[in-house]
């Protein structure tokens, strides 16, 4: 392996094989003269290939053992790189002591994810950047209790690194296969900035793989809407939660958009109805979507109220976490069996009120706010009780040709 100036060359040191074992060395070599370096690794003999110059077999030590013996070899290049990034001699000696110095000159992933959050906080959302604190607190934890450090070079962070950190995601209780993933995926986002930025020259998750497993995403039917319309609460809080709900069902809004809705909102559509036109905290994208009646009935329901005469809102929502809790106790009430929380309206909207009516999946991508029919098509799919009334006209359709 030659780069300029510089060759690598990997090898086993037989003669100072014990028990049938060799150590494992790195030879550099630059510009006529070299030096080893000892990879700390020794492995048997008869497994090690002069003409690969890596370890045979697909054993879990021939991974790890080629995997790290990948590793050495870009962070050689590394220092190469920060060699001629500091205008300095390329040197054996040089590249050695790159190497082996303590990393203060090196970029670290603490370093990454500081200047990560620092450059972003302006950029993406306050709970999108939530979620980058959340797996920054979980790599740290992994670094203490895995490698008993508080950072590391970016350089050394390798497809061991990540597989490793995948499996410490994995003991957490509260995270689901799909919860891994996206912390990994976070992770693979940052790896890539570091590249963009010249911190790292080589790609970790280059044979990694990210996988989502497909999940069903809850919706109300028909008797279960019906049921929650119907309700009347003696708390104030699940009756407002309820008009949230049901407003969000027939107008496709996520939480954070009603929470944000005001009246600059309602405005009056080409064809005299209102109309909301507002755009999605989510993603900036422009919504224009009729209200049908009954959700301006909420909205009149709540024109005048107290909570709202201080501000431009137009509906009296609740912080989020008191939402969901108070669904939760909705659907205890109405022995509703699925997971009640906010975002079922959104799916509901999707499928029951607006696909199963007809609706072609186009208009529903405009309405929800979607870029993609790919991402509408996750929120809806065919309710049984749609495949029912098909199946049904297509039987009366049998019918009347047997008759006829």
Known sequence: MRTSHLSITF???????????????????????????????SIPIKYWSKTTKRMIGRSNESLQVNAHIEQVYFKLLECQRQLNLEKKAITAHAIKTYYYRDGNDQKTLVDLI?????????????????????????????????????????????FEFISDF???????????????????TRLKKLINLAIKLDWLIRNPFINFTIRFLKTERDILNKNELIAIEGASFDRTCLEITKDMFIFSCYTGLSYIDIQELNKGHIVKGNDGGLWIRTKRVKTNILVKIPILDKAQMILNKYAKHYRLISRDA????????????YLKEIAGKLNIQKKLTFHVARHTFATLITLSNGVPIETVAKLLGHTKLTTTQIYARVLDDKISEDMRIVQEILNNNETN
């Open 166 to 184: 995948e499996c410490f995601l994995r003991k957490k209780s509260r995270l689901n296969h799909n919860g891994v993933m996206k912390h990994l």
């Open 11 to 41: 090898w086993q040191n037989v003669s100072k094989k014990i028990s049938g074992n060799a150590p494992l060395y790195v030879r550099v070599t630059a510009n006529g003269k070299r030096l080893e370096i000892s990879l700390g690794r």
């Open 114 to 158: 500081s200047y990560h959050n620092r450059v972003m906080a302006n950029v993406i959302k306050t709970s999108t950047l939530s979620h980058y604190f959340t797996t920054e607190k979980y790599l740290l934890e992994f670094l203490e209790s895995s490698m008993k450090s508080k950072d590391v070079n970016l350089i050394d962070i390798s």
């Open 314 to 325: 137009v509906l009296p929502i609740y912080s989020n976490q008191k939402t969901n809790l």
